[in-house]
């Protein structure tokens, strides 16, 4: 297994720009969850999803759009990028289960935006 | 999901016990207590929970108060590879974290040659 993949590892944008973060997993779960990390900072959660066809808001959702049409996959949209978006991108996924709360993280994306 | 308090850092010796302490006095009945790690620039990883009992796995030991108002996690054998930053956390069983976890900025442990 793969795990949580998450592409790309680096990317720079200039304000105003759009681009989709892309993470993939190949455990089969079916919570997937997308975080930011700022400098010195714990992890924020964005969005998350419960299944296919199934999103929510998490803590700091503005600006960010997302999707969930296959168990697979859950890509982050950056609408319009802005400076305050520069950061850290973590997926991760799990699958409920009995009272465990294991999430799988994948390597992050590095995201600046100009 | 209930408050938790770490110390920001802690040393220790390559070879020796690492002890990560962690209040989280406002626990409620249902709530785990996990533990995850961030080495530098990667993502977290989770690295044991528990209830109640004491709980042991292939990277540490969790030992929970009888009162479950605080928590250590034990690294038994530290090595450099386990300088990262600690993290523990408070949760009810959502089933898989459907609303994510809370992290805060938890303890940084530095394993010294």
């Known amino acids: 297994n793969a795990g949580v993949t998450q592409t790309p590892k680096f990317q720079v944008l200039k304000t105003g720009q759009s681009m989709t973060l892309q993470c993939a997993q190949d455990m089969n779960h079916e919570y997937m969850s997308w975080y930011r990390q700022d400098p010195g900072m714990g992890l924020r959660l964005i969005h998350y999803?419960?299944?296919?066809?199934?999103?929510d808001q998490g803590e700091v959702p503005n600006g960010y759009n997302v999707s969930r049409s296959t168990t697979e996959d859950f890509p982050l949209r950056l609408l319009s990028a802005a400076p305050s978006q520069t950061s850290v991108y973590f997926c991760a996924s799990s699958h409920p289960g009995s009272g465990a709360d294991t999430q799988y993280f994948g390597p992050g994306t590095r995201l600046t935006v100009l | 999901d209930a408050k938790t308090t770490q110390p920001p850092s802690m040393d220790c010796a390559e070879g020796r016990a690492a002890n990560l302490p962690c209040n989280h006095s406002t626990i409620s009945g249902n709530e785990y207590v996990y533990w995850y790690r961030q080495i530098h620039s990667q993502g977290p990883q989770y690295i044991i929970h528990?209830?109640?009992n004491n709980e042991t796995n292939e990277m540490a030991s969790l030992i929970i108060t009888e009162d479950r108002k605080s928590s250590t996690l034990i690294l038994p054998h530290a090595t450099l590879r386990d300088t990262a930053v600690y993290y523990c956390i408070v949760r009810p069983p959502q089933g898989g974290g459907a609303d994510g976890l809370t992290f805060g900025k938890g303890t940084h442990l530095i394993i010294q040659p």
């Open positions: 528990g209830l109640k």
């Open positions: 999803s419960v299944g296919a066809g199934i999103t």
